[in-house]
């Protein structure tokens, strides 16, 4: 099983690498999201997934994440690969610090402070002190960054999609080795421990406030590359564009793709990018309709989403016993 | 001073409206112990229908009470159709289902009725009451509907049978049924009354931020809030709240911090008040047993 997975990765590297040539420029661009959505996905799960911490607001890092680089390549003139681990540490702060009060909060308390952060948000990057900075309502407009030219040199041309793709496939593979390295060492397995029992966690000896702060935190890093990545793909950050929807839609993408699962945050990705595309042609409407239909639908029939029932599906073709496996939520 | 004034009793006016909308938080905790994220979205559906049943023609009044029946329903249908099946699941699929019937009943309006910004008619006259300065007739009318409702809500409870059984309900299901209460239809009865209430303050205040399938989310953070400050357990508080915080936004939006910070107020208050003293002003304090 072990090794059919790592082949199984393997093949999705390998599409993953050889899709850019065979699609267009503008589905290049959406594939580039879909990676960016699936790292904010994996921080979302690493919070709500693996430690029951339900988070309305990620949007909010997220859109700290995308503020950080813009600011940063607008004003103060930095490459833009260099914003990516000022935006992770920015919101790693950011979500430690947020996850301190929030240690006192359980379940649906935390899920109202948070949406109250990602509802107010807006109105925060609006803010006129903040202008100088932020743009205020105008937001940000970042250039879009050309491909370096040894790959030119090297015979590799890349059009600025391509690279741009590349470029997230590369941080998108780091940022997953991460979080599975994270979750199967001793933090993972402490995070874990607290969302199904924070009573005999405690017993065991695990510092519940801390393991609770630095989840908040790394779970808020993630997202807030995430948020750096998508800024810079999109080239633009305006305060409207992260408004709560943008939060929702991340807790959508988790449960749909599947709960505590890191291959989940890839499906949850795809769901989210490609099915509103698909909606949209009926009307303007239809993909929050469709969005709410799924969500309900997977709550009653699939509790664990799209990557528990391939897991099922997977057990059962195998003829192995379904083992209960350490990411049950 | 007057500027003060003015803005105080501005304060109490949208105050009534959060105070309607969390009571209807606090109805829906009382009896489930979940805090309904999509009670913004059913009080703007319920306030088209009322639009739409004003524009076939039908006086105000009328359309009024039949949107408010029609709430009830609704609210109850919504509880025994999709909250019913996830009743003991944990928080996080119920919060869930709470964030999908968001979505549906927002999208279901955008579809049908399209996302510009339509008026909304006010029952009261244009002109001042008493012929006052401070406050539009709106303004006080929409604090006399607000006291109406929970005079209204405070004798049910407190003087017919199945007010009593409501609460028996809420406090103790078990026993409750052994005495014969129908707990399950208790709960529906509890979601119904609170989609009537929601309905009442979104007719209240579509006049005011005008009629649009997102005018809810500002005033039901600031529900949040109320329900928060005055103890999310507490009706009496929820409305206290509500004044509260339509006060304490108007008050700092006009003089403090600006208008564009207005939604913070509530995310402190929020945060301030669950890390502080979650259970409020008049919350019940509770202790779980290890």
Redesign the interface.
Known sequence: MKRLSLIGYGVLLLVACVLPFLVSEYRTFQFTLVLVYSIALLGLNILTGYNGQISLGHGAFYAIGAYVAAVLMDKAGFPYWATIPVAGAVCLLAGFLFGLPALRLEGLYLALATFALGVSLPQLLKYHHFEGWTGGVQGVVITKPDAPEFLAVLGLPLNQDQWLYFFTLAITVVMFLLAWNLLRGRLGRAMMAIRDNHVAAEAMGVNNAMVKSLTFGVSAMFTGVAGALGAIAIQFVAPDSFNIFVSLTFLIGIVIGGLASIPGAIYGALFIQFVPNIADEFSKAAPWAIFGLFLIGFTYLMPLGIAGAIRLGLARLTGKEHNSQPGKP | MDALLHQILAGLATGGIYASVALALVMIYQATH??N?AQGEMAMFSTYIAWTLINAGMPYWGAFFLTVAFSFVFGVVIERV?IR??EN?????V???F??????L???I??IYT?TIKPFPSPFPEQPFFGNKLMSSHEMGAIGVTLVVLLLLYAFFRFTPLGLAMRAAAQNPESSRLVGIRVGWMLALGWGLAAAIGSVAGMMVAPIVFLDPNMM??VL?YA??AA?VGGIDSPGGAVFGGFLVGVLENVLGAFVI?N?????V??VL??GV??VR?SGFFGKVHVTR?
């Open positions: 979940l805090v994220f999709v099946p996830v699941s944990p928080v996080l699929a919060v869930v289902v964030i999908a019937l968001l979505f549906i927002n999208s279901i955008g579809w996302y989310g500002g953070l949040f809030a928060l600006g564009e910070l207005k939604l913070a509530a995310l929020i945060i669950l890390t979650p290890v």
